[in-house]
């Protein structure tokens, strides 16, 4: 079993995965958005690489993956595009890819026939999210990390693979890795202290600067109690079915735990009147006449699509108080349809087997860890952390298949 997990390459883990979807840096952000809405995965990818380098070099290794998440941060984040958010959404998504590749989290670009425990290894380098692998069928020589210049590909031609795809392929063999699976996350060292929590009365706003970071770390925004116990979180998988226009809105005018409520009630069925007569109250105390505007646009929009498609659609697709929800998404990397309040957790003494398959049954890359008798939140367990887990395991085994 050893020697046939070791022997694979990425192509193997391919079969069947569609082409990403790849945008030109001058596309504008708006234009991004609707591709995003429409798209089967929750993210685009763009050119992270310097003009002058790419020019030398040919086709770019590195891009950058971007989320609705990511547009939130971009809008949210800058009180310029909060107070002129038509502008902000005008501007090249560049800008947002920019943001991206400075925060370290890009996705590289790598050879079909790249070993599995390299390209392990190459997802374990800082910053780096997934990887592209060109889908056309092509004799190479292996252990290559990236595709040569003469043989470059673009981004379209290339499928995704994710950690959570990694992940899933080496728990189909996860009796190769007794004893490490059997032990606990604590034990291994997998519980990481340093979450992005907020309290529930803190700032929405706040959530933006954390949320950039749990993007790249692989997780989500924790809102906390006075307690530290865990009432719900802010994930960027959920906020990919959401409408990026309101829900900006209500993280600029909310407490965190409102916000939670508006995402909660926006992909269910309309929101309450009360959060929407806040969110108008505090918009305009606030200067932000003009992203109140585009919230009521939007929301205006969708309802009289919804009208008009009401009488042709089957009831599952609506709620009950007739307001449409996005399609599930059940792409790579998908979170498939949760809430805020899905949380999906652990103790310290969960064994690692147990937490992988967790993770892996509700789609997410990241599992929260609970104090078993206060039932604090302490801590979170990151797929990058188990992969290097498991790459430590088999590292001695390769090198002995490699002399």
């Known amino acids: 079993m050893a020697v046939n997990l070791l022997s694979h390459v990425v192509s193997d883990l391919c079969i069947g995965r569609p082409r990403v979807l790849a945008l030109p840096p001058s596309t504008p952000v708006a234009a991004a958005l609707a591709a995003l809405r429409a798209a089967a995965d929750p993210f685009v990818f763009v050119d992270a690489e310097p003009a002058a380098y790419r020019a030398k070099r040919g086709v770019a290794t590195v891009y950058a993956k971007v989320s609705v998440a990511d547009i939130f941060c971009y809008v949210c984040g800058d009180a310029g595009n909060l107070r002129d958010p038509a502008a902000a959404l005008g501007r090249p998504v560049s800008a947002i890819a920019a943001a991206v590749a400075g925060g370290h989290a890009v996705t590289h670009r790598v050879d079909p026939q790249t070993r599995l425990l390299d390209a392990i290894d190459v997802l374990l380098t800082d910053g780096c999210h997934g990887l592209l692998v060109p889908l056309h069928a092509r004799a190479r020589k292996r252990h290559h990390h990236q595709v040569p210049s003469h043989d470059a590909v673009a981004a379209a031609d290339c499928c995704v693979l994710t950690r959570e795809d990694i992940v899933r392929h080496l728990f189909g063999s996860i009796s190769h890795f007794s004893p490490v699976a059997a032990l606990t996350v604590a034990s291994l060292g997998l519980v990481r202290r340093d979450v992005h929590a907020v309290h529930v009365d803190d700032d929405g706003l706040d959530v933006i600067r954390l949320l950039r970071r749990a993007i790249s770390d692989g997780t989500a925004v924790a809102v906390v109690a006075d307690d530290d116990a865990l009432v719900g979180e802010i994930c960027p998988g959920v906020l990919a079915s959401c409408d990026v226009e309101p829900v900006s809105a209500a993280f600029a005018a909310l407490s965190a735990g409102d916000v939670m409520t508006y995402i909660d009630c926006s992909l269910s069925h309309a929101p309450p009147e009360f959060l929407l007569r806040a969110i108008r109250a505090q918009l305009k105390d606030r200067g932000l006449d003009a992203i109140a505007e585009l919230m009521e646009d939007t929301m205006d929009a969708a309802s009289a699509l919804l009208s008009q498609s009401s009488s042709t659609s089957s009831d599952e697709d609506y709620s009950p108080s007739g307001r449409g929800r996005r399609p599930r998404r059940m792409s790579s990397g998908s979170f498939g349809w949760r809430s805020t309040e899905d949380l999906v ?24 860890v609970f104090d078993e008798t206060g039932g604090a939140l302490v801590g ?20 002995v298949l490699c002399r």
């Open 380 to 399: 979170v367990v990151r797929f990058a952390d188990v992969l290097a887990v498991l790459r430590e395991h088999l590292r001695p085994q390769s090198q």
């Open 345 to 368: 957790a652990c103790h310290s003494g969960s064994s690692l087997v147990a937490v992988m398959a967790q993770a892996l049954a509700h789609r997410v890359g990241y599992v929260w």
